[in-house]
């Protein structure tokens, strides 16, 4: 089995958002109970939220302007379309807003939360809804690499045969599994 480019680069994807949500997690329950103790450890972690969001950012950039397009062609012509009409499109939107919470973190962090209530609440709020939205992208991915593996299964529908002709061929065993 390969183990090919695309593929680390868009596990690293994936692995830099979970730990983005972890961290953003991190903050969220060390402000809970913000003091002087743990104020080197909310900004911290809320650094490695905006570093992690950001490496995965650039990941998945990289990997959906040259990986992508032949699988949302995958995810087009095959029986979840809905795969990248909705996930991926809505993915495409709701990350710029957890980056741009993942980025603010650390500014709002810089505030001693501790003694600071307006300061605690806001770096809550934003470590919440980094975790929120995160795992929901995180779900969004798992719908959209779902899709294409449906794509790639063997189907008796006859309509599904129809509309998959078009498949690129030069991935390795499609043609064959598409059109047997």
């Known amino acids: ?8 680069i868009l596990l690293a994807h994936a692995s830099f958002g979970v730990i983005g949500c972890l961290a953003a997690l991190w903050v ?7 003091g002087l ?4 450890r909310i900004r ?5 939220t905006a570093l992690a969001i950001a490496a995965a950012w650039i990941c998945g950039g990289f990997w959906y302007v040259h990986f992508y397009p032949a699988e949302k062609a995958l995810i087009l012509g095959g029986p979840w379309p809905f795969a990248h ?4 499109e809505t993915k495409e939107h709701l990350f710029f807003v957890t980056a741009i919470l993942a980025f603010l973190l650390p500014i709002a962090a810089r505030e001693e939360a501790d003694s600071n209530a307006a300061a605690r609440n806001l770096v809550l709020a934003l470590s919440g809804l980094i975790v929120i939205t995160g795992l929901t992208i995180e779900g969004a991915g ?4 779902h899709g294409v593996k449906v794509a790639l299964l063997p189907h008796r529908d006859p309509v599904f045969h129809q509309a998959s002709k ?5 991935i ?3 043609a064959a599994k598409l059109h047997n």
Do not use: K
Request: proline letters at 5%; hydrophobic letters at 50%.
């Open 1 to 8: 089995m390969h183990i090919l480019s695309s593929d680390v």
């Open 28 to 34: 969220f329950v060390e402000a809970l109970n913000a």
């Open 37 to 40: 103790a743990n104020r080197g």
């Open 44 to 48: 911290t972690a809320s650094l490695l």
């Open 85 to 88: 009409n909705l996930f991926m």
């Open 142 to 145: 798992a719908v959209i690499s």
């Open 166 to 170: 078009g498949a690129p061929s030069w």
């Open 172 to 174: 390795p065993g499609t």
